[in-house]
């Protein structure tokens, strides 16, 4: 495979590491000569640690095979999260500081997550790219608030902060992106 195929979510063998693809930036040439660049960015699934080199579009890349399974959170502890298989119902745990990006996102009985699954160990977990979360804090709504207007800070039911419009209350439930950690709409 070719680095100008990588994408999002794909894992791929770099230096004898799993490395879970999380961001993808092409930067192309300034010049006819030049080549397009890729800029990588992920984490190594098995110590968590950041991962960023950049790839030139015919530089070959080992892809690992990894199989993707819609799992669901039973439960957490202090360091570990344990899944189930929705199918299956296997059981997976996961350490907590392998999910350092996705807890803000995650709670208890929560479904529609997937699970990638390598010689059947579990490496990791993607969210869906949107999420609905209840506000659980946030000030007093203004009555001649527009929906264009200022925003003020939400907690949200998984201790997530984000800004939302001045309009919204507590015990509203909102649309969050999961990779900006933006408000998108009301559920």
Do not use: W
């Amino acid at each position: 495979m070719k680095a100008n195929e990588i994408k999002k979510g794909l894992v791929i063998n770099q230096d004898s590491k799993k490395i879970l693809i999380k961001n993808i930036i092409v930067q192309s040439p300034s010049s006819r000569s030049g080549s397009t660049l890729y800029k990588v960015s992920g984490t190594d699934i098995s110590s968590g640690q950041k991962f960023e080199r950049r790839f030139k579009g015919e530089e070959v890349i080992a892809p690992v095979d990894v199989s993707r399974r819609a799992v669901q959170l039973l439960f957490h502890d202090n360091d570990s999260y344990t899944f189930m298989d929705s199918e299956s119902y296997e059981q997976y745990t996961l350490a907590a500081d392998a999910l350092e990006d996705e807890t803000a996102f995650l709670y208890d009985g929560l479904e529609g997550l997937s699970a990638l699954i390598c010689e059947g160990e579990l490496l990791g977990i993607e969210l869906p790219s949107t999420m609905s979360l209840l506000i659980v804090e946030c000030a007093p709504a203004m009555k001649a608030a527009s929906s264009s207007a200022r925003t003020k800070p939400a907690t949200l039911a998984t201790g997530l902060v984000v800004q939302v419009p001045e309009y919204l209350t507590p015990g509203e439930t909102i649309k969050i992106n999961t990779e900006t950690r933006e408000y998108m709409s009301r559920a």
